[in-house]
């Protein structure tokens, strides 16, 4: 099934799936078709795979290709981007090609850690175009709290007008939203391509990113819908009502955020929601204490009596 | 004026003080006697000054122990805990002893970076409890994310057991719940002492680590008055309109905690609230873009319609 | 051809394989015959594959076990050691099996950035123990440098006391010649059993480690017959004489050290004695300017030179 | 005494002094000036005070400028450089206009951690110029091992050009000898003013900077007569006979070249030699253990035997 390749036009939500496992670690297909379904029930625009956060790391090269095509198959013609991201770039491109054959739209790619210089990090992305020719859509992964991979916004602006296979910025820089700006104001230079920005960072600024110029986000947290509606009140021009929408699960996206357990708290919301059958990382992984699931039980208590009091998305957080 | 030595009991709001500068980068005196009594007005319990937030690295000696004395001489015997963190043990102790001598009510201590293994920490520790007595109380200030050094519980433990003038935990670990609540159950065992443990992190999970145990908070967020008011709500068995109130405050919580940019917004809402004369920052700093400001008066806006709609704090807000 | 596994008796040299690439990139299995033969001649004792300087996180699962395999087959009963080091512990189970399957005598495990406290360390090995069972052989390689996990000597007691498997050390801390003694110093508890301790750092050390107690190197200098001679002639009981040949060599192992051009210099110097047929590395990878390559042509002049003028090791060099 | 300002034909070897302390950790004035004399009793051309290596960090700012003060006084016309590195700009200014005073030729800067992109670290040493006006000279400290800031030459190149009072390069990158080539190339462009270069990193790599272009050492080896004695067999152009004199001490510049024993290596040697009254860091330091002064011994013995054998510096080692 074609969903079309990725492009510059590409908005909305694109869900960072998480990749589910049974309580023994193995790779639970049959809820990578469930989850998959209850990201399609959500309303999310596309799928992310293979992310930082859907333990990519920890599958083999074959136990990751069959999550793609699981989830592809299953999509419903919804645009599936997958990370290929790997120190060496012949491993980038025999990913990419395996991603693409099995019908991705494109494919995310974030620096190796230890580039350097801004000449560095362009040459970097130069061989990675080179690599994957100028057919596979790419999406910059910019997130260097984790590579330690800074991207100034000039380096980027050569690289879009250079490469035009380099359709969006996945933007999870902190601080970034004055990147965000920057980047909008730099397109408005005669000739220069506009491209999509989807942002990151588990959606802490999402209403910030969006009212800067953002067009949705690519994050991965457990109320997919509040994403999606999110969206969908910037894209009807309701700003304010967005981020009150934004703001009443705010207390649960920065509670997913925190390092190390956010990735065991959104499995766990994921289980209890019935879209996964084992809330089970891979080891060496997080768990959660007693005391953490008290506590979840009262935020999302929390949740649904302001939900219920606004009238609004009551169901979706059942 | 004595306010007392810092001990187990300490609790509430000890805000972390900025330090105000003139347009020309002078150290503002008179704007550190507003701030003070800005941060009186606005309840707080006690202050810790020279923290990270601070901006104490770009400060002279001689300007840190007037900033020091200024702020003592007007806290209407609010305890004042100062930072002495520093890379020569000579020098922790040096400015123990001049913040001791100047009113101060105890230090707060950070681990140097490229500290090895548990006992390469707790080594640390005994060598700067050596170097200050046995009548300095301290504050152990737990910030990994800075100092790169991770405190296990079983070495604070070890640390609360052998050096009484270990008061104080300031807890900013990320993740940092679980641990908070650790600490917490360790206690129980017969013999050790229940320390204070005021929390961080911009107060970005306050209410959860209230609940957990937390005494209180010691953190910069530009509107005490919600610290304190939380505070006291959770002092009152009042958990759940403790969290309402917070969570009112959470987007701009949340907008605060940003790095590099953080303090740029915290100073512009000090000056904007009149506290301070100009919300200049020593070089090298961050400043806002005209975008930025913008953005800062919708979320400000925001904040005022909720707090205007529920009838609490109006006035504070101003 | 079996080998017999790895046990705490090991010493000598081993060496650490590079991995061979045609000018296209290709893994190219007849230089891997070719620089296995030529680590036989040079007399190494051992092999280790697929440690940090053999690439390894540029090969596929495929190319790698190919690599093991080939390797395997032509090292003549030596020992071969294979690195399995994995963000996911599932996946240094199913390396360490292949390898084991393929013949290896033991696997090298370095622990993954983000490990916290000693706890945090010690309940990762015991995870990994746990994982592979008792008959897998394992060697700890303490690489702080790379890893950012610093090993404490009572950490590393702890393990060896509980776990049966772990048979050595892989030694390259930095400073680590302390710690070294110290590991030494605390086998002389009754009960303990002693490890094998190789070193590496390039060997930049290497006598004074071996004075110290270690067994031998597991490096990839690219005259690895001098590591081999100068195991020989401390295990002869001449510890000057070999302290004395090390440094003719001393400018050379110093230069490969280097980071980043290391391995770009140690597979030039491979490929001018024969033993690969290019000295190309992976994608992305470092290459030698006109500069560098004019240079190590004075260094190794200088090289010879000093080898003739003590007669020794002459037609090793060549 | 004045030594005139330090200008791009600086040359030789500008050591990095040692700071001297009592058994008890003050700052030992005497060692200071035993220390100064047995440096320029070795020849050395200028020295450098409060550098990484000086245990800067832990003085005061009185006993910094008592140490600079008490150099210049005893340093009989030798050029000074003092090292001023802050975290803030306005103590930038301050250290450099003290040290100006007090009779230095220039001053040393190392940029903060943190700065990101070309575009931040050229606009951190624009703010460091037009604090400190044109008449101060300033040494660009390239040390991006400590500092995490990459220096691109094309950025290095922008700031000679733009700022005449740069006039020296501090080089010490590593791996480092690539870039020392390009600088000296990119200085051929027409227009382009050549600066001085000085290496580092203990000296490791001495000879092969000296060939590549390098206009001395800036060091603190304990015997600095051989960095000396090596930058003057290059100026005479006998750079074989320099490197045969060099290999000679490469053991032991290797072993003080290891991180954190180093300085206490440096100690050791400089107080057996007679310069200090102790070999004491001030806390938290490293320090020797039995074994590893037996070593130093053993080393220093292979080292005299050579000395002895070749003819050659036999007293400067005594």
């Known amino acids: 099934m074609s969903s079309g390749k990725l492009n510059e036009q590409a908005k909305g939500v694109y869900i960072i799936a998480a ?27 596309g799928f992310t795979l293979l992310g930082m956060m859907g333990e990519a790391h920890k599958l083999t090269a074959d136990e990751s290709i069959s999550v793609v095509n699981r989830v592809i198959g299953r999509a419903q013609g919804r645009q599936v981007i997958v990370g290929v991201s790997h120190a060496g770039l012949e491993n980038v491109r025999r990913l990419s090609h395996e991603a693409m054959m099995a019908g991705a739209a494109g ?29 596979i859509p790419v999406v910059y992964q910019d997130y260097p709290q984790t590579t330690g991979v800074y991207l100034p916004v000039n380096v980027f602006e050569r690289l879009v007008d250079d490469f035009p296979q380099l359709v969006m910025l996945k933007h999870e820089d902190a601080p970034g939203l004055a990147k965000l700006t920057k980047v909008r104001e730099g397109e408005k230079k005669p000739g220069r391509r506009r491209v999509s920005i989807l942002v990151g960072n588990g959606g802490l600024y999402y209403p910030q990113e969006m009212r800067r110029g953002a ?34 699960f705010l207390p649960l996206v920065r509670h997913e955020v925190q390092p190390a357990i956010g990735l065991a708290l959104r499995k766990e919301v994921l289980f209890r929601r019935g879209a996964i059958k084992s809330p ?15 506590e979840l039980d009262g935020m999302i208590a929390r949740l649904e009596r302001r939900l219920a009091a606004t009238g609004r998305l009551a169901k979706a957080a059942e």
């Open 19 to 45: 990749t589910p496992f049974t309580d023994e670690g193995a790779v639970d297909l049959q809820s990578v078709d469930t989850l998959t379904d209850f990201y399609l029930g959500c309303g999310v625009h």
């Open 280 to 294: 089970k990382q891979r080891a060496p992984g997080s768990s959660l204490t007693a005391t953490d699931k008290t």
């Open 215 to 248: 067009d949705g986000a690519m994050t991965g947290f457990a109320w997919p819908e509040m994403l999606v509606q999110v969206y969908e009140l910037f894209a009807k021009g309701k700003p304010e009502e967005a981020e009150d929408l934004f703001d009443i």
């Open 107 to 135: 494919v995310m790619v974030a620096p190796p850690p230890g580039l350097k210089g801004d000449e560095g990090l362009y040459n970097y992305y130069a061989q990675v175009f080179a690599a994957l020719g100028p057919h």
